[in-house]
């Protein structure tokens, strides 16, 4: 099922993470594409609102990698980044993949830059695919695409 | 004494050798950059950061101990850096410096790598004093530390989003400048018009002296695209120089209010460190400001900014001096990949 949303603000687009994270039960995986600018860092700080990390905590995670946040409801986020990993390699060389399958199952995990991660994750059960565009001239706007199965999302976003 | 200072945290490799105490002095320092590697895929790949570390440890160490004309028996301190920064990495130099201190019963002293970016200006420069404040401004942080002493710090401001030096090798990537982007950038800085773009200053709702650069980079590819601008045009360049121009009144800025926070008459010096505290920009700026003020400026040695194992041992041996009841030869510890600051409320890891 493909849900199409419009974010006419980076306020906007953080409030629509703040809902998304709001319906997480904790067992989730959220990949998010999008060009540089497109604001993935800014709607993963809405989600960690909504699912009761502070978004002052979250940074972008292109330097590290990977990091890791405890939130109120007993579970992690992980927040991972394909930037740095993207044009050299797909992730069939292993860099990232195998501390993404470590966290599977556990905890709710972002992956930005998802567009370089190997297909084999866009079919995990319960993933949440996000997709941020620019849709016409105007550079404020962005068109959020959310692509899932998942049930809760489907339903009250 | 002799203190040896190892350094593998990210890109580089460094291996130093400096005297302590009766001198003080940087006798040699050993660099082997891997940004010729990393060059084309546009940033630091980890796996292959560990495998260049690997290779080139070895040999730096032999090097340096050579150019020193001395043995590794009169070393007197190995010190290390412990994180934050690549697991991998890190973990080459863990492994190398404690096989070599425990062969050759060498007391090992662990240093934090922000901290040791933050000894770095103590280096060519004496008398420095505290209450200190420092701004550190790299590709993976930029953040402003309150220092009461040498061993009593507190995060005051961070970036909440990208680290200053990662926005510029986005801009630089978007543009398809190369890697990294700062000296790119800063390179380009005379050729363009410093006013011919705007940026809006970001500020936090919640009031905080917090500092956030990804708006910045989205500005930049707004104007890239809107008006088309291609690379090497006077519009590219005009836009490079604004950008550099804007992010670096900022800092000025937020350093400025950090000053102000905590009471200006408080603090005696003002430091900057880290790799972008090589951007000559952004060293101009801070001179023109703080040239005439009573807190006094202190900027390391370009060779300093960048990562390097002399801010390691330099702040190893103050540790070593200042902690005589530390076992160091416990060869026990480990390496952190993630950065654990004392701040006001304690709310940051």
Redesign the interface.
């Known amino acids: 099922m493909i849900l199409n949303l419009n974010s006419q603000s980076p306020e906007q687009t953080k409030s629509i993470g703040n809902k998304i994270g709001s319906l997480l039960k904790g067992n989730e995986l959220i990949l998010l594409s999008g060009d540089l600018g497109m604001g993935k860092t800014l709607i993963t700080k809405g989600i960690a609102e909504g699912i009761g990390i502070s978004e002052n905590e979250i940074v972008s995670p292109t330097f590290t990698l990977q990091n890791r946040y405890s939130s109120d409801k007993k579970t992690y986020l992980c927040h991972f980044d394909m930037y740095r990993i993207g044009d050299s390699m797909t992730d069939q060389s292993g860099l990232i993949s195998p501390e993404i399958d470590e966290e599977l199952g556990e905890n709710i995990i972002i992956v930005e830059w998802a567009q370089y991660l190997h297909e084999s994750y866009f079919r995990v059960p319960d993933v949440i695919k996000i997709e941020i565009t620019i849709p016409n001239d105007n550079l404020n706007e962005r068109s959020i695409v959310i692509d899932t199965i998942f049930k809760p999302i489907l339903t009250n976003l | 004494m002799y203190v040896m200072g190892i350094e593998t945290s990210c890109d580089e490799t460094a291996v130093s050798i400096i005297e302590r105490g009766n001198k003080d002095r940087v006798i040699c320092e050993k660099i082997k950059s891997q940004i010729p590697i990393h060059k084309?895929?546009?940033?630091?790949?980890?796996?292959i950061a560990s495998r260049s570390h690997y290779e080139a440890i070895s040999y730096l160490t032999k090097e340096a101990l050579e150019e020193a004309n001395l043995k590794i028996e009169d070393i007197d301190l190995i010190a290390l850096t412990q994180g934050?920064g690549?697991i991998g990495s890190l973990l080459v130099g863990l492994s190398f410096a404690k096989a070599l201190a425990y062969s050759k019963k060498i007391p090992l002293v662990m240093v934090d790598h922000i901290d040791a970016h933050i000894e770095s200006p103590f280096i060519t420069n004496k008398g420095i004093e505290y209450p200190l404040l420092s701004l550190v401004v790299s590709?993976?942080h930029t953040s402003i530390f309150h220092k009461k002493s040498k061993f009593e710090s507190e995060l005051i401001s961070?970036?909440?989003?990208?680290?200053i030096g990662?926005v510029m090798d986005?801009v630089a990537?978007?543009f398809g400048l190369g890697y990294p982007g700062g000296p790119i950038i800063d390179k380009n800085y005379p050729k363009g018009d410093p006013k011919a773009y705007n940026f809006t200053i970001p500020r936090m709702s919640?009031g905080?002296n917090?500092l956030s650069f990804?708006?910045y980079?989205?500005a930049v590819?707004?104007y890239g695209?809107?008006d088309g601008i291609e690379k090497n045009t006077k519009e590219f360049y005009d836009l490079c120089a604004s950008f550099l121009n804007s992010i670096v009144k900022y800092l000025l800025k937020k350093t400025k209010n950090a000053i102000s926070e905590i009471n200006e008459k408080n603090i005696k010096s003002l430091s900057i460190a880290g790799g972008v505290s090589r951007n000559s920009r952004l060293r101009e700026a801070f001179k023109e400001e703080f040239g005439k003020s009573d807190i006094i400026l202190y900027m390391p040695e370009p060779i300093y900014c960048t990562d390097n194992g002399s801010m390691v041992a330099w702040l190893g041996y103050e540790k070593f001096k200042n902690f005589p009841e530390k076992d160091y030869f416990d060869y026990s510890s480990n390496v952190y990949?993630?950065a654990t600051f004392r701040t006001k409320n304690n709310?940051?890891r």
């Open positions: 084309k895929y546009g940033g630091i790949v980890p796996e934050p690549l590709g993976g961070k970036t909440r989003d990208d680290a990662e986005k990537k978007y919640d905080s917090d990804s708006g980079k989205t590819i707004n695209k809107k990949s993630r709310r940051h």
